[in-house]
């Protein structure tokens, strides 16, 4: 979605629960060699503490975007640097199925094809994280659990999620770009690679992307169709869903309709 874009560190702790590679699920609270999952506080080490302010292996970014969902209560966050790809780090917080928020980071190479994907989805009394790695033309899924998110959804009245991650990774290797849920970041990695917005009206693309559904983070399959439609807009559709997103010069979403709006984004 030469060299890959900006490096960085992965900065989240590692965390106890569920870890899961390439989509196998494990019983909560193991990992899939079957040992419990431990944390451990780091005490009389004599490492220095880092200055205040100071937040190891993360830099700052050089642009940022904000939208409002339209559908529910929430707003996407993103921190880019797009110099060489893409690097972005982001937060989305919404108030459906349950209240919770989804953090994640993301990499592509220079041509904007998804290298690593990170993310994660927190609600009370549960948390979710996954990791979509791609080399190789493969595609490594793993991911981790605490809690109970499906307790928390049928308690809210709502259908239950499911277990986390992909049950076949080896059905994404021809896929090229990650589709997390609801953010409209994630439209601008297809419509980057493939020039879309660019193209002459009419142009079409099929693709299939690795879908990451929230708050699950089920990882399926998915096929998409964008067509372009000029002056800056293009036809997103996509298991019978349709809607004409409306693009700034870069390819970055102003106007999803249906699901959110781009703060500052021109009105017209």
């Known amino acids: 979605r030469a060299a890959s874009g900006p490096t960085e560190p992965d900065p989240r702790p590692g965390k106890p629960g569920t870890v899961v590679a390439s989509g196998t699920p494990v019983a909560s609270g193991t990992t899939s060699s079957g040992r419990r999952g431990t944390t451990t506080a780091a005490r009389g080490t004599?490492?220095?503490?880092?200055?205040f302010g100071h937040v190891p292996g993360m830099t700052s970014l050089p642009r940022s975007f904000l939208w409002h969902r339209v559908d529910t209560i929430g707003t996407d966050h993103a921190l880019l640097d797009d110099r060489r790809g893409l690097y972005a780090r982001g937060a989305a917080v919404a108030a459906d199925p349950v209240p919770f928020t989804c953090?994640?980071?993301?990499?592509?190479?220079?041509?904007?094809?998804?290298?690593?994907?990170d993310v994660?989805?927190?609600?009370?009394?549960?948390?979710r994280t996954a990791r979509l790695e791609r080399a190789a033309g493969r595609w490594r899924v793993t991911t981790a659990?605490?809690?109970?998110?499906d307790a928390a959804l049928?308690?809210?009245?709502?259908?239950?999620?499911?277990l986390p991650g992909a049950e076949d990774p080896d059905a994404l290797a021809d896929v090229l770009d990650v589709d997390l849920s609801a953010s409209p970041l994630f439209n601008t990695l297809p419509v980057r690679r493939l020039g879309i917005a660019n193209a002459p009206?009419?142009?079409?693309?099929?693709?299939?992307?690795?879908?990451v559904l929230?708050?699950?983070?089920?990882?399926?399959?998915?096929?998409?169709l964008y067509t372009t439609l000029g002056n800056g807009a293009v036809r997103f559709a996509s298991e019978g869903f349709t809607a004409d997103i409306a693009l700034d010069g870069e390819g970055y979403v102003e106007r999803y309709p249906g699901l959110a709006?781009?703060?500052?984004?021109r009105r017209g």
């Open 145 to 149: 659990e605490q809690g109970d998110l």
């Open 261 to 265: 709006d781009r703060h500052g984004a």
């Open 201 to 211: 009206a009419g142009t079409e693309h099929e693709i299939a992307v690795a879908w």
């Open 154 to 162: 049928t308690a809210a009245g709502q259908a239950r999620a499911g």
């Open 46 to 51: 004599g490492r220095r503490r880092p200055a």
């Open 214 to 224: 929230v708050p699950s983070l089920a990882v399926v399959r998915a096929r998409q």
């Open 120 to 127: 994660s989805a927190e609600g009370a009394g549960w948390l």
């Open 103 to 117: 953090r994640y980071e993301l990499v592509t190479d220079e041509a904007w094809a998804t290298v690593r994907f």
